[in-house]
């Protein structure tokens, strides 16, 4: 089989610095891949990693940072103009000798009547329509996002509990590895969504985390998700229940984690 990219030519990634990247970049440096990762604002390179600056909503650098690059993975996102970072992308690889992009969407992208979710639609389609062979995962919430929203929500005197609302989080270094294993394949369109091992309501997810730190329960507050967003969670359009490939860190044991981790730093610092 003869794949888009080779060891000789780089791999362009958006977002490599972000929360998926992290974990992603290192993944493709260890296949020995030089990896080249578009960024705002100057960062120092690495061993195999090359940092160029440009802008995905401007446009600034983008034409600059795919030149030479046969496969793009773009794993940047944001609460909006996710659409117009994409189409930018897209806009660049198409003058360029791009043969594979590879895009990060959110399982729901499609069900969910949010507009950050139909920025990811939008650029799922931009993606399709690029005339460039594609791949596409729809990822589920990462636990590392899921525990930002756990963290201050359990700040709050009472625990807000959205009726019907239900999450299935994965590990972002279980999603990083299947966009590594897409990224060095060969293009195959919409794969599988991935999702966590488990389905969790806002309660289950906030008493682990609760008990792990020696904190009491929060008074719940029954909450209403209003209109057709409301509507949509409260039917699991943002959940892949059947057909979807599941990660094997659950909630609890990624909570289990990170307090081990910290445990380890505290001495580091002090």
Known sequence: MTYPSTPGTPLLVTGGTGTLGRHVVPLLRAAGHEVRVLTR????????????????LTGEGVEAAVAGAHTVLHLAGGPKGDDVATRALVGAARGADVRHLVYISVVGADRVPLAWLRTKLESERAV?????????????????????????????????VPGGLRLQPVAAREVAARMAELTLAAPSGRVADLTGPEVHDLPALVRPYLALHGRRRRP??????????????????????????????????????????????APARS
């Open 41 to 56: 604002h100057p960062r120092p390179d690495a061993d195999g990693v090359t940092h160029v600056t440009g802008d995905l």
């Open 128 to 160: 399709a329509d690029s005339g460039i062979p594609w791949t596409v995962l729809r990822a589920a919430q990462f636990h590392e996002l899921t525990l930002t929203m756990v963290e201050k929500m359990t700040k709050l005197p009472v625990l807000p």
């Open 220 to 265: 719940h507050l029954p909450v209403r998700i209003p209109g057709k967003a409301g509507r949509a969670y409260r039917e699991g359009a943002n959940l892949t229940l059947e057909g979807a490939a599941t990660g094997r860190l659950t909630w609890e044991e990624f909570l289990a984690e990170r307090v081990a981790e910290k445990a380890t730093e």
